[in-house]
């Protein structure tokens, strides 16, 4: 048994709150101590009102007030992009420019080219905390085999350590054509948790869904979609997929990740739609990173030719207000729709609650990138601190949230089961000339 002394937890991430304890929403913790034995938490108790006392041969770490989370998860991102900028740069920044880029380098993704990059993204992620990830997967005739075949085989490589989850991403008019049953069963085969796709706005759509949501139903998954990326008000996927989920009586779960055009309707009508989702029980992955970067290009016209308006944030807030799930995640990093990132939780964590104003809600903010991505991707053991949870701590160089906050790159102590380690970030130099 491990005994974890004076770990400042966030309060939303216990399974309740300790009875009497007043918590600051500045700093919304609560010093508590942590037991773990083999591979789970078994007890978690205040440490201001006894703790967890003494336990014979117990090991003990004193974390000393540092904030204390539990290993994040990653919602959604896309590991067989990942790490193709330096040969496949997007010049534009445009969406269209990233979809020529890396259609181009597909002549590139070999197997050892996609395990090398992919493992490479393990391996950052794990360092930073990472322990769960659920990565999108270009599928179709040509490609899916073989990024589905690494895919599984990573995550046999890294079970026990992050658990790796896949999706199957094609556009969504797949679903309506002869192979849709073939592309499923593809992905299902090498282990996928849900079925997916690219939404776009078409008269189609409404059937397109209809056949998705019942070849999901017939394997017993649920879908995570793509789901309006881009500043068109018009763009309505996410209203589409509601009404499919309702009109199709459909139970099992349904992700619906970027949703920004929501943010750039019509009121009323953003309103509207929320209700929908929330009646169709609908959760959304908001990725701030990738779309602060993508979304609201200009060209060098106008009288302020090149400043972006709008940074391309789904109404985070109203989702949550509603009682909307809401996560964070990485989605892309350093490809052509977003040069940039590290699988750093914490950094999208920070990021996030700077560009949504989550510090307006900060105890409830700790869920995006734990207990609510956990719950949104079927996993309702990770992402918490409480006991019957996996045992994956992070010891954060932070005892308060503004610190935390300011320096999200800082390094942290891993607690894996019983055993505590303090892991290094790749080189980028491995990935060099490659």
């Known amino acids: 048994m491990l005994i974890v002394r004076r770990a400042r937890v966030p309060a939303a991430l216990l399974a309740a709150r300790p009875a009497g304890t007043p918590v600051d929403p500045l700093e919304p913790t609560v010093l508590c101590d942590v037991a773990i034995e083999g591979t789970r938490i078994t007890a978690v108790a205040d440490t201001d009102t006894g703790g967890l006392g003494l336990k014979p041969l117990a090991r003990e770490f004193d974390a000393g007030g540092s904030l204390v989370f539990p290993g994040f998860v990653d919602a959604h991102v896309h590991l067989d992009k990942t790490h193709t900028w330096h040969r ?17 380098d597909k002549a590139h993704w070999t197997e050892a080219d996609l395990h090398r990059r992919a493992g490479f993204a393990l391996r950052s992620a794990w360092a930073h905390g990472t322990r769960v990830i659920r990565t999108h997967v270009d599928t179709s005739a040509q490609w899916g085999e073989r990024s589905h075949a690494v895919m599984a085989e990573l995550r046999r490589q890294w079970a026990g350590r992050i658990t790796l989850q896949t999706v199957p991403l094609c556009g969504s008019g797949d679903y309506l054509a002869a192979e849709a049953e073939r592309l499923a069963n593809l992905a299902l085969h090498h282990g996928a948790s849900a079925l997916g796709g690219f939404l776009l706005m078409s008269a189609e759509l409404p059937a397109q869904l209809d056949r ?42 349904v992700v619906c990740g970027h949703c920004c055009s929501l943010s750039v309707q019509d009121h009323a009508r ?94 409830e903010s700790v869920r995006v990138v734990t207990r609510t991505a956990a719950d949104l991707i079927g996993l309702p053991d990770h992402g918490r601190i409480e006991p019957g949870a996996a045992a994956h701590l992070l010891v954060l160089e932070a005892h308060r949230f503004s610190e935390l906050l300011s320096r999200p790159s800082a390094s942290r102590l891993c607690i894996e089961a019983e055993e505590i380690h303090r892991p290094q970030v790749p080189d980028f130099a491995e990935l060099n000339d490659r």
């Open 212 to 253: 998705l949501l019942a070849i999901a139903r017939e394997r017993g998954v649920g879908v995570d979609l793509h789901v309006d990326e881009s500043g068109n008000p018009q763009a309505e996927c996410l209203r589409l997929v509601a009404e499919a989920v309702l009109r199709n009586r459909f139970s099992l779960p």
């Open 88 to 104: 496949a740069p997007n010049r534009s920044g445009t969406f269209a420019g990233a979809l020529q880029a890396l259609a181009d």
């Open 270 to 363: 953003a309103r509207s739609t929320i209700e929908l989702v929330r009646e169709a029980r609908i959760g959304v992955i908001s990725l701030p990173d990738c779309n602060l970067y993508l979304q609201d290009r200009r060209a060098a016209t106008g009288p302020f030719p090149r400043t972006p308006f709008w940074r391309g944030l789904t109404l985070v807030h109203d989702l949550m207000d509603a009682g909307i799930p809401v996560a964070c995640a990485s989605d892309n990093v350093r490809d052509a729709f977003h040069a940039f990132g590290d699988y750093n939780l914490a950094e999208v964590y920070a990021q996030s609650v700077r560009l949504a104003h989550l510090d307006a809600r900060l105890e």
